[in-house]
């Protein structure tokens, strides 16, 4: 784990703010005053200015998992509420810049964050594959069983009435109730749901001025201002930003939420001198409080990946495949790929297993309500829940998701021979054998005696 939060923390302290070229947003000189209200340069001449700025939302899964139905919320506005706008928040001292209160007057609009969702069947990044993003913070510090999937959120700076230049502090706020997902851990892993921005507004003489080439660049017809850069902090961040240096601590470029998840495995042993080891049984997995339209990947063979866990039963089954299975009449079966919960968060599917097979349902969600049932026919049915012997209700088995749940159910036909009743043939044939040795035996006994006499 340590290994990867110091690359998510040299990934974060990647997003410094460069002084770039940019393109200003003109005012025109008012008295000695910058005038309130920038509208940005639409000529072309300048670089384009920094007016929007933008995170990276992360939500990581195991590899087992399919991602979620989950939406965020964000709010921003100036970081102390109590304060006045452009009120000095963190006093300047010993080469650190003042930090202002954010501005939250508009020429137009609302400042606002807005809302990132993720929707079943968003493309995610396994970890360790090329490309993937270093900023992420990972769960545990294992290799390869863990993946995410990625938003970015913008935000937009172009209508904020600066007037005048300086470092312009504001506190974006993360919301969101998901099933199964916990609060972002951000770089120190601690957790936190805000973040600081910090928005550097300039004079555009000033940068002008200090440019070793000005080729493409329009000078100043009077005072202008232009929004250089951002920098965003995890949490709420007191500290005034250096005038120089780049590398603070704490700097973030993202937010990441991880969703917990676990497998539901379920399996048959058929036991006893009368139990079949080629008959199917039916079994019925119901599923309630999941998110509707969740999506689970059902295994029914090894697929060679060590992270997951997987099945080893018939996906397709023919019809009638035996004398002994009655589940299945003169359709044949193909099991599913997946399920999904339908809009009541429910599920309701049938399987089928023979002797010595399971079936693994993939990422259930954590608090989600599962019921694993069978139809034994004939047979005897017991269970163990992860180990441990249960009591089946209706040859049932239920329970929450709180970590992976293995179902072994054993089915058991035996039967007694009678014993003292019947005989086998072969002792009957013996018996025969026998009797008929005995018959000849007595003949010659008695002839033999008669010619003694005689």
């Known amino acids: 784990m340590k290994n990867k939060k110091i690359a998510a923390v040299l990934a974060a302290l990647a997003m410094v703010t460069t002084v770039a070229a940019a393109m200003p947003f003109s005012a025109n000189a008012a008295g ?104 992420v913070v990972w769960k545990d510090n294992a290799s390869g069983n863990e993946k995410y999937a990625k938003k970015t959120l913008t935000l937009d700076f172009s209508n904020v009435q600066f007037t005048e230049p300086g470092v312009y502090r504001y506190i974006i706020t993360e919301t969101g109730s998901n099933q199964a997902v916990t609060n972002d851990t951000g770089v120190t892993g601690t957790g936190n749901t805000k973040r600081t921005l910090d928005v550097y507004v300039e004079d555009y003489n000033d940068f002008y001025n200090k440019l070793a080439d000005k080729t493409g660049y329009t000078a100043p017809s009077g005072k202008e201002l232009f929004i250089n850069g951002y920098v965003l902090y995890e949490g709420e961040h007191i500290t005034a930003p250096s005038a120089a240096d780049t590398t603070a601590s704490g700097k973030s470029s993202s937010y990441t939420n991880s969703y917990e998840t676990y497998d539901l ?82 599920i309701s599917q049938k399987f089928y297993l023979q002797h010595g097979q399971k079936i693994v349902i993939r990422g259930l969600a954590k608090d989600t309500a599962y019921t694993v049932s069978e139809n034994p026919e004939d047979y005897t049915a017991t269970a163990k829940v992860n180990g441990t012997d249960v009591t089946l209700t209706n040859n049932a088995t239920s329970g929450t998701i709180a970590s992976a749940v293995t179902a072994d159910f054993t089915n058991d036909r035996s039967g007694v021979i009678p014993t003292g009743v019947l005989s086998t043939v072969a002792g009957s044939a013996a018996i025969i054998v026998l009797g008929i040795a005995g018959v000849v035996v007595g003949i010659i006994y008695v002839k033999k005696k008669r010619t003694e006499e005689e």
């Open 265 to 346: 495995t379920f399996g048959k042993t058929v036991t006893g001198n009368q139990g079949s080891k080629d008959k199917y049984f039916e079994f019925t997995v119901n599923i309630q409080d999941a998110v509707a339209g969740t999506k689970y990947d059902v295994s029914y063979q090894e697929d060679n990946d060590a992270n997951t866990t997987d099945g080893n039963a018939d996906k397709q089954i023919n019809a009638n495949p035996n004398s002994a299975t009655t589940v299945i009449d003169s359709d044949s079966v193909t099991q599913p790929d997946y399920i999904t919960a339908g809009s009541d968060g429910k």
């Open 32 to 135: 000695s005053d910058y005038t309130a209200g920038l509208t940005a340069a639409t000529d072309g001449t300048n670089p384009v200015s920094k007016n929007t700025t933008s995170f990276d939302k992360y939500l990581v899964m195991d590899v087992n998992a399919n991602v979620p139905n989950a939406a965020f919320s964000y709010s921003i506005s100036k970081y102390d509420a109590s304060a006045a706008e452009k009120s000095v928040i963190v006093p300047a001292e010993n080469g650190k810049l003042a930090v202002l209160n954010g501005v939250t007057t508009l020429s137009s609009g609302t400042l606002s964050g807005g809302q990132l969702s993720f929707d079943v069947g968003d493309t995610t990044v396994t970890e360790g594959a090329s490309g993937a993003d270093t900023a």
